[in-house]
């Protein structure tokens, strides 16, 4: 089984619609983070979480909410999906416990919003 | 400027070619440094990290020059596998947060 999973992988959704991204990962790690690659803009932080009652917005938060309702789990919402929110999002897991800064990456989710 | 900087290419090489990849990043904070490698529609995944003194993983090797503010990452004896876009990473200080370039695409051809 893979270590850090994200669902759905493909999403299509209209424009106004509320939709959430879901991430978990069994590799026991206490940051997670969220990220959206455009092509030509490379890969934007949009929330992180040093634990689980920690949450702070990364570069490109607004419009995105995050909730970490376990140290296994970081969702991302956009309350209301608009055209420009169509990228593919990655969730990604890192060890600081440990000193190791090296982070750890889903599988993505490509939506599509219309 | 971007906070880190790379070639988008693409670069072209055949087979068995040796070819490099250079990243500035504008950060002098910035402690840590990795090279990740990204397949087509795929997520990233570390290639290596990048020590002061310079490093080696089999045909792969990494520099960093500080004063300059440089990363490279040389690519020997290229395989067809190895075609992907190379991404530069650079941490921001002690915030346990990374910087990726926009990488570099990589098309090794028979």
């Known amino acids: 089984d893979a270590d850090v999973t994200q669902t759905p992988r493909n999403r299509i959704t209209k424009t106004g619609k509320r939709i959430m991204l879901e991430c978990s990962q069994t590799?026991?790690?206490?940051?997670m983070y969220w990220y959206r690659q455009d092509p030509g803009l490379g890969l934007r932080l949009i929330y992180y979480s040093f634990d689980v009652k920690d949450i702070n917005k990364g570069e490109i938060s607004d419009g995105y909410s995050v909730s970490r309702q376990a140290q296994a789990k970081f969702s991302l919402s956009l309350e209301s999906a608009i055209p420009n929110q169509t990228a593919l999002y990655f969730c990604a897991t890192s060890d600081f416990r440990t000193g190791q800064e090296t982070q750890y990456f889903g599988p993505g989710t490509r939506l599509l919003v219309l | 400027r971007k906070e880190v900087e790379q070639d988008p290419g693409p670069f072209n090489v055949p087979e068995g070619a040796t070819v490099a990849f250079n990243c500035t990043y504008s950060?002098?904070?910035?402690?840590?440094f990795f090279w990740y490698r990204q397949d087509c529609r795929k997520e990233p995944k570390l290639l290596m990290s990048v020590y002061s003194s310079g490093n080696e993983d089999g045909r792969f090797t990494a520099q960093l020059n500080r004063a300059s503010q440089y990363i490279s990452l040389l690519i020997r004896d290229s395989k067809l596998s190895d075609s992907a876009t190379y991404l530069c990473?650079?941490?921001?200080?002690?915030?346990?947060?990374?910087?990726f370039g926009q990488g570099t695409t990589l098309q090794v051809k028979p």
């Open positions: 950060n002098s904070a910035s402690q840590s």
């Open positions: 990473v650079v941490n921001i200080g002690n915030t346990g947060k990374l910087i």
């Open positions: 590799k026991g790690h206490d940051r």
